[in-house]
Each structure stands twice: as C-alpha cells, then as structure tokens.
C-alpha cells in the first residue's frame, strides 16, 4: 500500500521518476534473500519502468555502501530517522546482513563481488549496458 501511495503522490504532483534510497548492501542482501529463501538468482532492478502508472523507479545510490552513506549524512548533519518498526532489526533481511558481514571477514568485497556478479549476468536489469540505457531516459 506505500508503494501504491507513493506512485500516485508522484503522479498527482507530475513526477516521472520516484528516486528510492537503496544502497549497494541492499541489493546484496536482497540478491542471497531471493537465491537462499527461494532458489532464485533475483534482485530488484536498478531502474523499472512501471508502464500501469507511467513512472521510473530509479535507485540513484545502488552503488555505494550504507556506511559511506551514513559517513556522509552525518558529516552534512543530515538528520537520520530511525525506524520505528517493531521488526526492526528482527528480520530475515537483519539476519542475511550479518551472515553477509561474517563472510566479508572471509572474502573481502564479497557485496561488491555480488553485485559485479550480478551485472554480469544480467540478472533483473543489472546488466552494465542495460543499467546506461535506462539511466538515459
């Protein structure tokens, strides 16, 4: 029901494109949520078109890390509003960021790595060529 607020908000004010505030880690995390929760090789897209609404989805930080993020909000005092979920930091999400943060210990750039990976092999629009195209429009 957000997204559905959030989709028409945009319309009604004459937005094309809604920029949403995901980060390199969440498209990791997102990528082993789908590959070990389902046996599927998915992540979200960089860039959707959704044709229903006639509106762009874009990611615009979908390359940088949450804690050069963080590093940079707080260095520009930009105010950060916690999460008042009762889930928060109780979920499947919390617990793939952890595992993921254990095995960077192991193999460094492990997020990086799926990330490139995931490019690559073109899975759900991360293709290199695919995510230059759409970043055109």
Same mark, same amino acid.
């Given at each position: 029901?957000?997204?559905?607020?959030?989709?028409? +908000?945009?319309?009604?004010?004459?937005?094309?494109?809604?920029?949403l505030?995901h980060? =390199?880690? %969440?498209?990791?995390? +997102?990528?082993?949520?789908?590959?070990?929760?389902?046996? /599927?090789?998915?992540?979200?897209?960089?860039? $959707?078109?959704? $044709? /229903? !609404?006639?509106?762009?989805?874009?990611?615009?930080?979908?390359?940088?890390?949450e +804690?050069? @993020?963080?590093?940079?909000?707080? !260095?520009?005092?930009?105010? @950060?509003?916690? $999460?008042k979920?009762?889930?928060?930091?109780?979920?499947?999400?919390?617990?793939? !960021?952890? =595992?993921?943060?254990?095995?960077?210990? /192991?193999?460094?750039?492990? /997020?990086?790595?799926?990330?490139?990976?995931?490019?690559?092999?073109?899975?759900?629009?991360?293709?290199? %060529?695919?995510? !230059?195209?759409?970043?055109?429009e």
């Open positions: 029901m957000r997204r559905g607020l959030l989709h028409d +908000t945009a319309k009604e004010l004459g937005c094309n494109k809604i920029a505030g980060h =390199l880690d %969440d498209a990791a995390e +997102t990528f082993i949520m789908n590959l070990f929760g389902n046996g /599927r090789a998915e992540c979200f897209s960089p860039v $959707s078109y959704l $044709s /229903r !609404k006639d509106l762009y989805m874009i990611r615009p930080m979908v390359f940088a890390y +804690t050069d @993020i963080t590093r940079v909000a707080n !260095k520009e005092n930009v105010p @950060i509003v916690e $999460s979920c009762p889930a928060d930091e109780k979920t499947n999400r919390e617990d793939t !960021k952890n =595992l993921l943060a254990d095995l960077e210990k /192991r193999y460094p750039a492990l /997020r990086q790595k799926i990330v490139g990976g995931m490019q690559r092999g073109n899975i759900s629009g991360w293709g290199i %060529d695919e995510v !230059k195209s759409n970043s055109k």
